[in-house]
């Protein structure tokens, strides 16, 4: 039996009907190589989380898989989709300055993924053959240990789905402002001009515009910044 982490990058967007503090995505991912060389496949925690259930709980959720510090959130649900583990939680304590704290990292971005702690049982994988493109191994069985936020994730593909009052966060402030000046041909002064106009307005928008479509709020917020953006690229 072997352990072993594999962990997923994060994209957030926030759902104004969960408690504070709440989150959700994926904690792993099927079909894709992390940097440790590891590819989950479908099902592969099927047995994990019926022994869970029989139990009566969920995995932990730490900080950096630091267990010596304890947990910094519960996990409500977890449950295997076509895409992976998909898992909601929220972080506790929100009223102590460790709570505080925790989820600034996630307001702010500190945090930028998920990652599972786990075993692998007798006959739960499969080596690879060391072919290009090919994993190193096939995980067919894990025994989950634990979920954690991660600072630094190994696999690209974990996403937050949502994340109560932290509208912010759906902007990826850097990447936009590298976007703008690589394809938009900005100067570094007019792409953080754009995007603190647009951090600005979706901070402001938080939990007035809760009974809105976001899908309607999104697509008026990316026609807008495309039109700042062709106007600003034409100047001079």
Do not use: C
């Amino acid at each position: 039996m072997s352990n072993g982490v594999a962990s997923i990058a994060l994209e957030v967007k926030f759902a104004p009907d969960k408690p504070a503090g709440s989150f959700s995505g994926y904690g792993a991912v099927y079909g894709n190589i992390d940097e440790g060389g590891d590819m989950i496949t479908p099902g592969a925690m099927a047995r994990s989380l019926a022994s869970w259930s029989a139990k009566g709980g969920l995995p932990s959720m730490y900080y950096n898989h630091d267990r010596a510090k304890g947990a910094v959130g519960v996990w409500d649900k977890m449950a295997e989709d076509q895409n992976g583990l998909h898992v909601e939680g929220r972080i506790i304590g929100l009223d102590t300055d460790e709570g505080k704290m925790t989820y600034a990292r996630l307001r702010e971005g500190a945090i930028k993924g998920m990652s599972i702690g786990y075993r692998v049982p007798a006959g739960g994988s499969k080596m690879g053959t060391g072919r290009p493109g090919e994993p190193r191994r096939w995980l067919k069985a894990v025994d989950l240990r634990e979920v954690s936020v991660v600072d630094d994730p190994m696999n690209p593909l974990a996403k937050l789905a949502y994340l109560k009052s932290a509208p912010a966060l759906i902007l990826d402030a850097r990447g936009l402002e590298a976007a703008l000046r690589d394809e938009h041909k900005m100067s570094i002064a007019e792409a953080k001009s754009l995007v603190s106009v647009v951090r600005r307005h979706l901070r402001d928008a938080g939990d007035d515009h809760a009974d809105a479509s976001r899908d309607d709020e999104v697509e008026a917020l990316v026609a807008s910044l495309k039109r700042a953006a062709s106007i600003l690229s034409t100047k001079g």
